[in-house]
């Protein structure tokens, strides 16, 4: 990807949506150890309860769900900081304040949420990575759900949709191995005409290209 100009000008200047973004570093553990949790309440100026959007892309999702849930805070998580400039530049212009980003890798949120702060985690279209040797990296393999176990309040979900029917069965036996219930599942979300789902910029391409939309929420099992 192009690098955008004067992105890191840009990225200093977006102080208003940016809570943080990644530094360079040669070790996650190293880099994690340092904390520097979000305040959640300074930052928006209320208490209301917050989620997570994960791989959030251009924004519009994040910024349509904001709209819709004024009293809901989002943060929207993104590793490439040539896309979330983008995202924060729509978020700006409509001028959302119940939305925040982070510009890091999902491996690294460790450093910025808090331990049982979040009421929800939306994993929409994460990237399936097909080949074997790279399912580690799949935002629903075992470490990343640990790790959203630890976001997690008491009563949190994760709320995943997906085009890919392979990386779906393969994140439905991850939830169950896991130890999270599923409920809400449906491999054509489209057929329900669910009023409260948001679409993404992915879900209306591959709506319209008539491929089916799967959709599953998690929440982990009470001890």
Same mark, same amino acid.
């Given at each position: 990807?192009?690098?955008?100009?004067?992105?890191?000008?840009? !990225?200093?200047?977006?102080? #208003?949506?940016?809570?943080?973004?990644?530094?360079?570093?040669?070790?996650?553990? $190293?880099?994690?150890?340092?904390?520097? %949790?979000?305040?959640?309440?300074?930052?928006?100026?209320?208490?209301?309860?917050?989620?997570?959007?994960?791989?959030?892309?251009?924004? +519009?999702?994040?910024?349509?769900?904001?709209?819709?849930?004024?009293?809901?805070?989002?943060?929207?998580?993104?590793?490439?900081?040539?896309?979330?400039? +983008?995202?924060?530049?729509?978020?700006?212009?409509? +001028?959302?304040?119940?939305?925040?980003?982070?510009?890091?890798?999902?491996?690294?949120?460790?450093?910025?949420?808090?331990?049982?702060?979040?009421?929800?985690?939306?994993?929409?279209? @994460?990237?399936?990575?097909?080949?074997?040797?790279?399912?580690?990296?799949?935002?629903?393999?075992?470490?990343?759900?640990?790790?959203?176990?630890?976001?997690?309040?008491?009563?949190?979900?994760?709320?995943?949709?997906?085009?890919?029917?392979?990386?779906?069965?393969? @994140?439905? #036996?991850? %939830?169950?191995? #896991? +130890?999270?219930? !599923?409920?809400?599942?449906?491999?054509?979300? $489209? @057929?329900?005409?669910?009023?409260?789902?948001?679409?993404?910029?992915? $879900?209306?391409?591959?709506?319209?290209?008539?491929?089916?939309?799967?959709?599953?929420?998690?929440?982990?099992?009470?001890?």
């Amino acid at each position: 990807m192009r690098r955008k100009s004067n992105l890191d000008e840009r !990225l200093q200047n977006a102080k #208003e949506y940016l809570l943080a973004y990644e530094g360079s570093f040669t070790n996650v553990n $190293e880099y994690i150890k340092d904390k520097a %949790y979000i305040d959640y309440i300074k930052v928006f100026n209320n208490d209301n309860k917050v989620c997570l959007d994960l791989g959030c892309g251009l924004g +519009g999702f994040a910024i349509e769900f904001a709209q819709k849930y004024k009293d809901v805070n989002l943060i929207g998580v993104e590793m490439f900081s040539n896309v979330i400039i +983008g995202a924060i530049d729509k978020a700006e212009k409509v +001028g959302v304040k119940n939305l925040k980003f982070l510009n890091c890798r999902i491996e690294c949120l460790e450093k910025f949420i808090k331990p049982h702060s979040i009421d929800t985690i939306y994993l929409n279209f @994460s990237n399936p990575l097909p080949n074997k040797c790279d399912a580690k990296q799949r935002l629903t393999s075992p470490r990343f759900l640990k790790l959203y176990k630890q976001f997690l309040k008491e009563g949190g979900c994760i709320i995943q949709k997906t085009d890919d029917r392979d990386f779906f069965e393969y @994140s439905l #036996e991850q %939830y169950e191995q #896991e +130890g999270f219930e !599923l409920s809400g599942k449906t491999w054509d979300l $489209e @057929s329900l005409q669910d009023s409260e789902n948001i679409q993404t910029e992915h $879900e209306k391409k591959y709506i319209k290209e008539g491929k089916k939309i799967h959709r599953v929420i998690a929440c982990p099992k009470k001890p």
